[in-house]
């Protein structure tokens, strides 16, 4: 596609809920990203893929969280047992292989957990 | 890990005035440093970066400056718009391991 494509746009679920936020990234693009962004705060970091390396889960606030990326395309981040902090925007963002190469994010979907 | 620290969070000047917003890191691995800007409801643009073999960057009102040795670089806008109000994020990355961290933000709020 032309740019990083996110969905659902929007996401209500009910405290305790499963949910799963989908990310397609800009073709051919190996690096993937998922950011969390609550109301007026900034992007913190949650998960970083690089092709067929290991992901780097170091910003996964906790257990509940989890992200795959099939193919080194599509990524989907799952949140498990969703509680009421979870509410914020959830961005993805993609680039190419060079790490010193712009980033570009998608649209966000929006999380709120009621 | 790598720390990302920008300041300031919110930033208020008349049309016309600069805006200067800095930010600081701790790995010194990093060598890859853009500057993105957000409107509201819209997702985070790049509006310009600057690589670790150059000390200062320029496009058209906005420049980069970067100090590998103290670790910071800086965002100046001159001759401020109120289209240039929006909140602007500054982040770093190293070729070691791609990981982009983005620091906490700035609020910038141009008065017309």
């Known amino acids: 596609g032309a740019g990083v494509s996110q969905s659902p746009s929007n996401k209500v679920t009910e405290k305790g809920k499963d949910v799963e936020l989908r990310c397609d990234p800009i073709?051919?693009?190996?690096?993937l990203y998922w950011y969390r962004q609550s109301l007026g705060q900034g992007l913190e970091f949650l998960i970083y893929f690089q092709g067929n390396s290991a992901p780097d889960k170091s910003g996964l606030p906790s257990d509940r969280f989890s992200a795959e990326r099939t193919g080194g395309s599509v990524s989907t981040l799952t949140i498990q047992r969703t509680q009421q902090e979870d509410s914020a925007v959830y961005l993805c963002?993609?680039?190419?292989?060079?790490?010193?190469?712009?980033?570009?994010f998608g649209q966000g979907t929006r999380l709120t957990v009621v | 890990g790598e720390n990302v620290e920008q300041h300031p969070s919110t930033l208020s000047v008349q049309e016309g005035d600069s805006a200067v917003i800095k930010c600081t890191y701790s790995?010194?691995?990093?060598?890859?440093f853009p500057w993105y800007k957000q409107e509201l409801g819209k997702r985070p643009q790049l509006i310009i970066d600057i690589r670790s073999n150059v000390g200062e960057k320029k496009d058209q009102r906005i420049a980069v400056t970067l100090n590998k040795t103290a670790k910071h670089f800086s965002l100046h806008i001159t001759e401020t718009q109120p289209e240039d109000s929006a909140v602007y994020f500054c982040?770093?990355?190293?070729?070691?391991?791609?990981?982009?961290?983005f620091g906490q933000g700035t609020t910038l709020q141009v008065k017309p």
């Open positions: 790995d010194s691995a990093s060598n890859y």
């Open positions: 982040a770093v990355s190293s070729s070691n391991t791609g990981k982009l961290i």
């Open positions: 073709s051919g693009h190996t690096a």
């Open positions: 963002a993609s680039r190419g292989s060079a790490a010193n190469t712009e980033a570009f």
